[in-house]
């Protein structure tokens, strides 16, 4: 779809969707080059949703390149707009980076340090209401480096309205008749 409709967002959103997947399919050389592309059009366009991502991944790929001083300075481009944006989400996995990261380099208290602050991002409003994967990779961590889930309020219902009761209309104006 994006390239039939040409909206900017949706190319660039495909391209990081393409660098991210060759990624993770070990395919450095084309992550590389569709990452790059997605980071270069999101700044162009100051489109914040597509760069952060896009720049985890990079730092993610520099990291399984062994250069890890190319990846940290890939996250230094994170940390201000993911705090002052909301970018929890973006946030909890440029932590997760970094803490692999620092267990790759040795520094085991600074990998605490950063799956620490994954874990409290990606709680979110607590479960169920979290990022389901960055909890995942933050618990991974900080098990692995045998450090403690610091300790996060349950999910408070009554913080929240409830959902309103709605009845589905299965005759409604888009029923089409067979």
Same mark, same amino acid.
Not at 22 to 41: I, Q, T, V
Not at 121 to 136: S, T
Not at 142 to 167: I, N, Q, R, T, Y
């Given at each position: 779809?994006?390239?039939?409709?040409?909206?900017?967002?949706?190319?660039?959103?495909?391209?990081?969707?393409?660098?991210? !997947?060759?990624?993770? $399919?070990?395919?450095?050389?084309?992550?590389? =080059? *569709?990452?790059?592309?997605? %980071?270069?059009? #999101?700044? @162009?366009?100051?489109?914040?949703?597509?760069?952060?991502?896009a720049?985890?991944?990079?730092?993610?790929?520099?990291?399984?390149?062994?250069?890890?001083?190319? !990846?940290?300075?890939l $996250?230094?481009?994170?940390?201000?707009?993911? =705090? *002052?944006?909301?970018?929890? %989400?973006?946030? #909890?996995? @440029?932590?997760?980076?970094?803490?692999?990261?620092?267990?790759?380099?040795?520094?085991?208290?600074?990998?605490?340090?950063?799956?620490?602050?994954?874990?409290?991002?990606?709680?979110?409003?607590?479960?169920?209401?979290a990022?389901?994967?960055?909890?995942?990779?933050?618990?991974?961590?900080?098990?692995?480096?045998g450090?403690?889930?610091?300790?996060?309020?349950?999910?408070?219902?009554?913080?929240?309205?409830?959902?309103?009761?709605?009845?589905?209309?299965?005759?409604?104006?888009?029923?089409?008749?067979?």
């Amino acid at each position: 779809m994006a390239h039939i409709q040409r909206y900017e967002s949706d190319v660039i959103e495909a391209a990081r969707r393409q660098g991210t !997947a060759a990624l993770g $399919l070990g395919n450095l050389s084309k992550a590389d =080059e *569709r990452l790059h592309h997605a %980071l270069a059009r #999101a700044r @162009a366009v100051n489109l914040a949703e597509e760069e952060l991502p896009a720049l985890v991944a990079l730092a993610e790929l520099r990291r399984r390149q062994g250069d890890l001083k190319a !990846a940290r300075d890939l $996250l230094d481009d994170v940390w201000e707009p993911a =705090e *002052r944006g909301p970018y929890p %989400l973006f946030h #909890a996995e @440029a932590c997760n980076v970094l803490a692999q990261i620092e267990r790759d380099a040795g520094d085991c208290a600074a990998a605490v340090e950063a799956a620490t602050k994954a874990y409290r991002l990606a709680w979110c409003d607590g479960e169920p209401y979290a990022y389901h994967w960055g909890l995942v990779a933050a618990r991974k961590h900080l098990a692995e480096l045998g450090a403690s889930e610091p300790f996060m309020p349950p999910f408070d219902e009554s913080k929240f309205e409830p959902m309103p009761e709605v009845e589905i209309n299965p005759d409604d104006e888009f029923h089409v008749d067979m």
